[in-house]
T-cell receptor
Framework: EAQVTQNPRYLITVTGKKLTVTCSQN?????MSWYRQDPGLGLRQIYY???????DKGDVPEGYKVSRKEKRNFPLILESPSPNQTSLYFC?????????????FGNGTRLTVT | TQLLEQSPQFLSIQEGENLTVYCNSSSVFSSLQWYRQEPGEGPVLLVT?????EVKKLKRLTFQFGDARKDSSLHITAAQPGDTGLYLCAGERDYKLSFGAGTTVTVRA
């Protein structure tokens, strides 16, 4: 089944403890992206990747890192999480960018930082 | 400040009624996408409109892109409880996608 898989689905952590949220897609998509969703603010893009070894900042990249060593994986790294990074995170992918191919989203990771 | 403003924020209607959700911006977009998101899941693309003035129909859902490509609307005819969800519009510009805050639609049986 074609899908975007995020892990974990739920994560509670403490301030400053490094964490990684994994994202994997099995559709051979070139484009991958991370979003955070907060009430009243909608989805905001954190980072995106047009292809392997190519990553770019989105609208809210502060406090996050990503890597794209393989086409299928795009992990999101929080080196020193803070409470304002408590949010619902979504990974998404598309065949080639977002202009002419639809975004496929994972089911989300709910992160709480205390 | 949201690049895309959606209204209303919440909408609760009875089964069989019609509803319209609006998505407005002062910016021009190359295309406009509509997604529906259900609790515990990621957004799912409903439609993409790319031409100013374009109207697309998907069963009981009608999507319209404004002539100036700055705004869009989603109209649902004879809403059903299965239409309940969060509806998100997203505008694409310079290969970047910006989302509205969403409209939560509840259809009561």
């Amino acid at each position: 089944e074609a899908q975007v898989t995020q892990n974990p689905r739920y994560l509670i952590t403490v301030t400053g403890k490094k964490l990684t949220v994994t994202c994997s897609q099995n559709m051979n998509h070139e484009y991958m992206s991370w979003y955070r969703q907060d009430p009243g603010l909608g989805l905001r893009q954190i980072y995106y990747s047009m292809n392997v070894e190519v990553t770019d900042k989105g609208d809210v990249p502060e406090g996050y890192k990503v890597s794209r060593k393989e086409k299928r994986n795009f992990p999101l790294i929080l080196e020193s999480p803070s409470p304002n990074q408590t949010s619902l995170y979504f990974c998404a992918s598309s065949y080639k960018g977002i202009r002419n191919s639809p975004l496929h989203f994972g089911n989300g990771t709910r992160l709480t930082v205390t | 400040t949201q690049l895309l403003e959606q209204s209303p924020q919440f909408l609760s209607i009875q089964e069989g009624e019609n509803l319209t959700v609006y998505c407005n911006s002062s910016s021009v977009f190359s295309s406009l996408q509509w997604y529906r998101q259900e609790p515990g899941e990621g957004p799912v693309l409903l439609v993409t409109v790319v031409t100013g003035g374009e109207v697309k129909k998907l069963k009981r859902l009608t999507f319209q892109f404004g002539d100036a490509r700055k705004d869009s609307s989603l109209h649902i005819t004879a809403a059903q409880p299965g239409d309940t969800g969060l509806y998100l519009c997203a505008g694409e510009r310079d290969y970047k996608l910006s989302f509205g805050a969403g409209t939560t639609v509840t259809v009561r049986a």
